[in-house]
């Protein structure tokens, strides 16, 4: 059968325009139509958790609250600010049976201390309860004081049992504070969560540590680094799928007769770090790595820096000791 010349022209309009719509409606159910009218906009989210002020940054609008709700659920397992936590009930009774996020959690804070040469250890919250941080009352302890809260110190007093997931203390009166890897181990679980659902590009920064999934529109996260009391960038990172965590003796500390006294307790001598150091960034894959080494780089001082480029060869190491001199990247 012969259609007219004007009969095909308008037979192939009708077939183009069905296909059109068949793709059209396929796009739309798998996102990519979604994603092509989205290119280029950026949501941002923000709450307080884990004692500070947690900023979402993603192309995805959801990506906040799969952020928060995770983070959310880490703090009510290792805050030690909460009665119910379990890193609450084990420093009361000293033995727990432990969930596998509480569990693996310290168990990597037990492998990193080997690593730092005991620089990072997790069980220096009564020498950080001694010097009034924990309850904003400072003081200066004697010496005698000192000495017997570093009795009860060390992550060697530390008993992990695989088989059951307990965790126990070797010595009375212990106490662990995860202030110096929880937060970091929270934010490598929201990425995990993140991933699970789909998200390849999101910026998360929870009070000055930050972890970059992905890119930000195919180029790489921009993050301002901080380095003293002043609001005043020292200068910027790029990251893709890298965690960078900033300590420093300018976040916390308190003056005594004319000294300054950091949070940031070295667990080796029982008194504030004295490593020389102003402020340390450090990059890893890991945020709960670059949390923990960024600690532990403070306290070790610059003298500690080539045992740790050693021992954590991926990582990026950023330091500034004092106002006048300030060092490049350690690659």
């Known amino acids: 059968m012969a259609f007219n010349k004007k009969t095909r022209i308008f037979l192939a309009v009708i077939l183009v325009?069905?296909?059109?719509?068949?793709?059209?409606?396929?796009?739309?159910?798998?996102?990519?139509?979604?994603r092509f009218f989205n290119y280029g906009r950026i949501y941002r989210d923000n709450r307080v958790l884990m004692g500070t002020f947690w900023e979402v940054t993603s192309p995805e609008k959801r990506a906040g609250e799969i952020v928060f709700s995770e983070a959310s659920r880490i703090e009510k397992l290792l805050s030690k600010y909460n009665a119910s936590s379990e890193v609450s009930r084990l420093n009361r009774t000293g033995k727990i049976k432990a969930s596998p996020d509480t569990f693996y959690v310290i168990k990597r804070a037990q492998e990193l201390s080997l690593r730092t040469s005991g620089a990072f250890d997790i069980t220096v919250a009564p020498l950080v309860d001694l010097w009034g941080f924990t309850d904003r009352k400072f003081r200066v302890p004697g010496n005698t004081e000192i000495e017997s809260a570093m009795k009860i110190t060390g992550s060697d007093k530390i008993v992990l049992h695989e088989k059951d997931?307990?965790?126990?203390?070797?010595?009375?009166?212990?106490?662990?504070?995860?202030?110096?890897?929880?937060?970091?181990?929270?934010?490598?679980?929201?990425?995990?969560?993140?991933?699970?659902?789909?998200?390849?590009?999101?910026?998360?920064?929870?009070?000055?540590?930050?972890?970059?999934?992905?890119?930000?529109?195919?180029?790489?996260?921009?993050?301002?680094?901080?380095?003293?009391?002043?609001?005043?960038?020292?200068?910027?990172?790029?990251?893709?799928?890298?965690?960078?965590?900033?300590?420093?003796?300018?976040?916390?500390?308190?003056?005594?007769?004319?000294?300054?006294?950091?949070?940031?307790?070295?667990?080796?001598?029982?008194?504030?770090?004295?490593?020389?150091?102003?402020?340390?960034?450090?990059?890893?894959?890991?945020?709960?790595?670059?949390d923990a080494l960024s600690t532990a780089v403070f306290i070790l001082g610059e003298n500690g820096l080539p045992g740790l480029k050693a021992g954590f060869p991926k990582s990026r190491f950023y330091i500034r000791q004092g106002r006048a001199k300030e060092k490049q990247p350690e690659q």
């Open 165 to 290: 997931n307990m965790i126990e203390f070797k010595i009375p009166g212990m106490e662990i504070d995860l202030g110096g890897i929880g937060k970091g181990f929270a934010l490598d679980c929201a990425v995990k969560k993140l991933k699970e659902n789909g998200i390849a590009d999101c910026l998360i920064n929870a009070g000055g540590q930050v972890y970059a999934l992905g890119n930000k529109f195919g180029a790489p996260w921009k993050v301002a680094v901080q380095t003293s009391a002043k609001p005043e960038i020292s200068g910027t990172l790029e990251l893709t799928d890298e965690s960078a965590s900033t300590s420093g003796d300018y976040e916390q500390f308190f003056l005594k007769d004319g000294k300054s006294y950091s949070h940031i307790i070295d667990p080796r001598t029982g008194y504030p770090a004295a490593g020389g150091i102003t402020s340390v960034t450090v990059t890893a894959d890991s945020a709960l790595e670059a």
């Open 17 to 34: 325009a069905g296909w059109s719509l068949a793709l059209g409606y396929q796009a739309l159910n798998s996102g990519c139509l979604t």
